[in-house]
C-alpha cells in the first residue's frame, strides 16, 4: 500500500476563516511534506518533518502551520489566508530523507481562498 | 544549486506515436532521478526512478536511462496512448549535508494524445 491521503479534496474560505488540511499515511514513512502548487506550474517545498520534528520551513509565511502530531498524520492549520494562496496543496511522504527514497503524494487538497 | 531542464511543452502526438520528453540537471553530488506524472485533477504520481549512473527506470512501456556523462534522464514510450495524456515533472533528488534530501522539479511538459 503506497497511499497517502488527503482531506478535504476541496475547501473554500474566507480570509478571516481559520481551517486545516490533513494527511495521512500508513507506510511507516518518517519524513512527511507539504508542498503548494499553482495552475501550470511544478510543486514548490513548503515544509518538511523528519521523525515528527520539523526539518525545512521554505520561508513560509507564518498564516501556514504545520503540525506533526505523530508519525503518520501531517496537518496544516490555515489562519487569515489571502485569495493568492489558492492554489492545490500536496502532502508527501518518503521513508526518511535520504535521497534514494521515493516521495508518494497525495491527490492534494484545491483551496479556493475568497 | 541544483536544476532540472524539461522540454517545453505543450507536446501533441497521435496514438501510437513515439515520445520522448528531454530532461537535463546540474547537481552537485549523486542525485537520484525520476519522473512523476500529474493526470488532470489529481496529486503526482511516481512514474519511473533511477539511483546512479546508467540505470534504466521503467514502467508502463516508459523508459529512462540516468546518462551522467549527458546529464540526462530522457523519458521515452515507443506507442502512447490517449490515456497517456496528462503532465509530466522531472525531478532529481540530492542531499543536503545539513537539512536532508528534497525534490527539485523541471516546469513540466503538458502532453496530450489524440485519438
Known amino acids: 500500500d503506497t497511499e497517502v491521503t488527503q482531506t478535504p479534496k476541496h475547501l473554500v474560505m474566507g480570509m478571516t476563516n481559520k481551517k486545516s488540511l490533513k494527511c495521512e499515511q500508513h507506510m511507516g514513512h518518517r519524513a512527511m511534506y507539504w508542498y503548494k502548487q499553482k495552475a501550470k506550474k511544478p510543486p514548490e517545498l513548503m515544509f518538511v518533518?523528519?521523525?515528527?520534528?520539523?526539518?525545512i520551513n521554505e520561508s513560509v509565511p507564518s498564516r501556514f502551520s504545520p503540525e506533526c502530531p505523530n508519525s503518520s498524520l501531517l496537518n496544516l492549520h490555515l489562519h487569515a489566508l489571502q485569495p493568492e494562496d489558492s492554489a492545490l496543496y500536496l502532502c508527501?511522504?518518503?521513508?526518511?530523507?535520504?535521497?534514494?527514497?521515493?516521495?508518494?503524494f497525495g491527490a492534494g487538497t484545491r483551496l479556493s481562498v475568497l | 544549486g541544483d536544476s532540472v531542464t524539461q522540454m517545453e511543452g505543450p507536446v501533441t502526438l497521435s496514438e501510437e506515436a513515439f515520445l520522448t520528453i528531454n530532461c537535463t540537471y546540474t547537481?552537485?553530488?549523486?542525485?537520484?532521478l525520476f519522473w512523476y506524472v500529474q493526470y488532470p485533477g489529481e496529486g503526482l504520481q511516481l512514474l519511473l526512478k533511477a539511483t546512479k549512473a546508467d540505470d534504466k527506470g521503467s514502467n508502463k512501456g516508459f523508459e529512462a536511462t540516468y546518462r551522467k556523462e549527458t546529464t540526462s534522464f530522457h523519458l521515452e514510450k515507443g506507442s502512447v496512448q490517449v490515456s497517456d495524456s496528462a503532465v509530466y515533472f522531472c525531478a532529481l533528488s540530492d542531499r543536503e549535508e545539513t537539512s536532508g534530501s528534497r525534490l527539485t522539479f523541471g516546469e513540466g511538459t503538458q502532453l496530450t494524445v489524440n485519438p
Open positions: 518533518y523528519s521523525y515528527e520534528k520539523l526539518s
Open positions: 547537481a552537485t553530488g549523486y542525485p537520484s
Open positions: 508527501a511522504s518518503s521513508q526518511d530523507l535520504t535521497n534514494k527514497n521515493i516521495q508518494y
